[in-house]
């Protein structure tokens, strides 16, 4: 949450984003594709789609992080893309970094007050004169 100034849920990205996932998801575990070569397609739909320089190659070292940390064999071929993938993180770190921070008194006034408003009295028996949903 605290990076959506810098990259909010939706934007010229989002259907490259969808690919992306379908790709690592369905075609990557099977073997229809590399996670590289799915993190590769991400970068190029993102172009395609006009997104800026700075916000794809940012978009794309965040996966390729991703590919690294994920237990599938996401991480392979990683270390072709390291130089690139260290590179961008260090010269992004810093905007991340004010970003986020600059996002955090919102964020926390935000989980202060609506604590607040779930501990108030009947908050969780809803509107007067209903029921409470039960799942299970």
Known sequence: RSLRPLFPPYGAYTSAAILHDYLWRVLAPDGGISYRDADGILRQAMRTLGVGTVRR???????????LLTRRSGGRGWWADAPAVVIITLLALPWVTLAALGSLPALAVLTVTGRIGCSSAGAEDGPRGTEPVRLM
Do not use: K, T
């Open 57 to 67: 190659w940012v978009m794309w070292a965040a996966v390729r992080w991703g590919a």
